[in-house]
């Protein structure tokens, strides 16, 4: 197998999205996203992505160097418009946001518009963790990618719709990032490109039956993914229909198949200082939970 440094992959990240428009600042954080993603074994979001966003480019729908504006804001509420730029970009605005609402009010929420292809959605309540606050964030998907059955179901009706939260500590957040279905698409998508097979109690053919094969979810006609929980799965469907209702349904977006966004993204950050006395005390007791 080739291997490929992590130098390799940044240049051809740059080569590629600054040759699709990109300018440079906004080119090196996306590349720099995925890139990262890559190193921790999460392929599904990671420099894969390089193909799907020159393609998305190439197809108009993806729009770097748009302006990314603020909608509609509040003393703790915000509207972000991602003008459909890269995910990436609008995301880390709307936890830059995020941060500046909640030095005031104690509790912020951002809600997007417009926004493409986010990435690996642990990155932003990472990073709002890292600066000392608990975070939690949501991500869904318009129509287009509604992957996952109903529980008991054959017919998509949600995305794989993850959702993320993080608490500082004293080093290294402690960080949950999990799709509320059996597997994200990105990790059949690397299955397919790899030529394996998936777990068994992931996926379903176009026929409701069982399958490992990626093909077979793909289709055409399309496959569908399971809700996470195998017999329980009516429980992560309930928990894919939070995550929607605070990725779009919040922001006033409306079920449709034609394209306005990709990933709708809620971004949630409290500053547990004014609840528990300061922040130190706060992580501190973090610390404690996570060597308990």
């Known amino acids: 197998m080739e291997r490929y440094t992590e130098e390799d992959l940044q240049r051809v990240g740059m080569e590629l999205l600054t040759a699709c428009g990109a300018p440079e600042e906004e080119a090196e954080l996306v590349v720099h996203h995925l890139v990262e993603a890559s190193l921790m074994g999460i392929d599904s979001h990671g420099v894969v992505r390089y193909v799907m966003y020159v393609e998305e480019c190439l197809q108009e729908r993806l729009r770097p160097g748009a302006p990314v504006t603020i909608e509609r804001e509040t003393p703790s509420l915000i509207v972000v418009d991602g003008g459909n730029n890269f995910g990436q970009v609008g995301a880390y605005r709307m936890a830059k946001e995020v941060e500046r609402k909640v030095a005031d009010t104690g509790i912020a929420f951002a809600v997007s518009r417009r926004c493409h ?42 995305a794989t719709n993850p959702l993320a939260w993080a608490a500082p500590t004293s080093g290294h957040p402690v960080l949950l990032d999990m799709s509320t279905s059996m597997m994200p698409e990105g990790k059949v998508r690397t299955a397919l490109h790899a030529g394996t097979q ?6 379903i053919d176009a026929h409701g039956e069982p399958t490992t094969d990626p093909a077979s979810f793909y289709g055409p006609p399309r496959g569908a993914i399971l809700p996470f929980g195998g017999d329980l799965g009516f429980r992560g469907f309930g928990l894919g229909l939070l995550v929607e209702v605070l990725g779009s349904t919040i922001a006033g977006e409306e079920l449709t198949e034609s394209f306005r966004y990709v990933n709708g993204l809620g971004l949630l950050a409290i500053d547990a200082a004014g609840l528990c006395g300061d922040k130190a005390r706060f992580s501190g007791l973090v610390d404690d939970l996570a060597s308990y």
């Open 117 to 158: 292809h986010v990435g690996r959605l642990g990155a932003y309540p990472q990073k709002l963790a890292e600066a000392g606050l608990f975070a939690f964030a949501v991500a869904n998907s318009h129509a287009a990618g509604h992957f996952v059955v109903p529980w008991g179901g054959r017919e998509g009706r949600l």
């Open 198 to 203: 998936v777990q068994a109690g992931a996926i």
